[in-house]
């Protein structure tokens, strides 16, 4: 089976610009979840989907959206970006629920200039 | 306070060492995970614990529930171990992190 694929890997922005990141589950995975990662406050949470649900998300501003298609698929966007916003996005996905076991993408390094 | 609170912060070992690594956390959560992170970003899930213990190769993770603590045991290390290990846990609302622990093993 295929692993969790997230593009792209690599992504330099400006401030003020916006950004979609995407990201496929293991194929038959059903729960999608996104975390971003910085060197000072580490992984975060930022929400999980589930069958085109958003049933979680974390303590991030409203310019932090995202969305589940019916394939599972996932993108993540941010919208009016700020250089705080410079790290690594990781997408992990799950067969049903957070709880279990996640298997994680490789992630997508976004550095905001 | 962090809710999830991982020691050491850093540890050095020599290959052949055993050793542990600590987790408590302070929210009631449905599950614990032991993620292993290489240079470069790539996270690995090690363990998915919700009581008791798990053992796979040389690792072994277990979980207090009542005191709300989780060890990772590392036996026989070797250098391929070395990474930083991270614990998370998942509660109702979300997923929730420890600042990790950087492990370096010497040959």
């Known amino acids: 089976k295929a692993g969790v694929t997230q593009t792209p890997r690599y992504l330099i922005k400006t401030r003020g610009q916006q950004v979609t990141l995407s990201c496929s589950p293991i194929?038959?995975?059903?729960?999608v979840s996104w975390y971003q990662q910085t060197p000072g406050q580490g992984l975060q949470f930022l929400f999980e989907?589930?069958?085109?649900?958003?049933?979680n998300k974390g303590n991030f501003p409203g310019r932090f959206s995202g969305r589940q298609f019916s394939n599972s698929r996932s993108e993540m966007n941010v919208s009016t970006l700020e250089l705080g916003d410079s790290a690594l996005y990781l997408c992990a996905s799950s067969i049903s629920v957070r709880s279990d076991t996640q298997y994680f993408g490789p992630g997508t390094r976004l550095t905001v200039l | 306070k962090n809710e999830v609170e991982q020691s050491p912060q850093n540890l050095t070992a020599q290959e052949g060492e055993f050793i542990t690594i600590n987790c408590s956390y302070s929210v009631g959560i449905s599950a614990l995970h032991w993620l292993q992170q290489h240079p470069g970003g790539g996270i690995v899930s090690l363990f998915m614990l919700s009581s008791g213990k798990k053992k796979h190769g040389r690792l072994i993770a277990t979980i207090n529930i009542q005191e709300k603590h989780s060890s990772l045991h590392i036996t026989a290390s070797h250098p391929r171990d070395s990474a930083v290990y991270i614990c998370?846990?998942?509660?109702?609302?979300?997923?929730?992190f420890g600042a990790g622990t950087r492990l370096t093993v010497k040959p």
């Open positions: 989907y589930f069958s085109e649900t958003q049933r």
């Open positions: 194929s038959g995975h059903r729960s």
């Open positions: 998370a846990v998942s509660t109702n609302n979300d997923m929730r």
